[in-house]
Nanobody
């Protein structure tokens, strides 16, 4: 099993920044690709960003491209999501998920492990 724990969420004003962390307990994340997903109340979970096991490949949803940056430090078993220029529509619970397959925007079943989520609230 891989236990994932997200942190770094909070309340921020529009235009501000937050840095989310996804830390793994137990098994190393080295062999896993990791995706960040978000879910607003009453809405479907949606893909935000993903990164390959090596960090050499990244993918972003159009809605966050240019504002969010995903990165990883395998030595620390941690994946980060730097969120800049935050907008109220970014408000959601953010989840990280891990898969031994490559990152995917839509194939959520590919992700075997999910964290508990961290709340991000952006006020106008």
């Amino acid at each position: 099993q891989v236990q994932l724990v997200e942190s770094g969420g909070g309340l921020v004003q529009a235009g501000g920044s937050l840095r989310l962390s996804c830390a793994a307990a137990g098994r190393t994340l080295t062999a896993y690709a990791v995706g960040w997903f978000r879910q607003a109340p009453g809405k479907e979970r949606e893909f935000a960003a993903g990164i390959s096991w090596s960090g050499g490949t990244t993918d972003y949803a159009d809605s966050v491209k240019g504002r969010f940056t995903i990165s990883r430090d395998n030595a620390k078993n941690t994946v980060y999501l730097q969120m800049n220029s935050l907008k109220p529509e970014d408000t959601a619970v953010y989840y990280c998920a891990a898969t031994k397959w490559g990152i995917s925007r839509s194939l959520t079943e590919r992700y075997d492990y999910w964290g508990q989520g961290t709340q991000v609230t952006v006020s106008s």
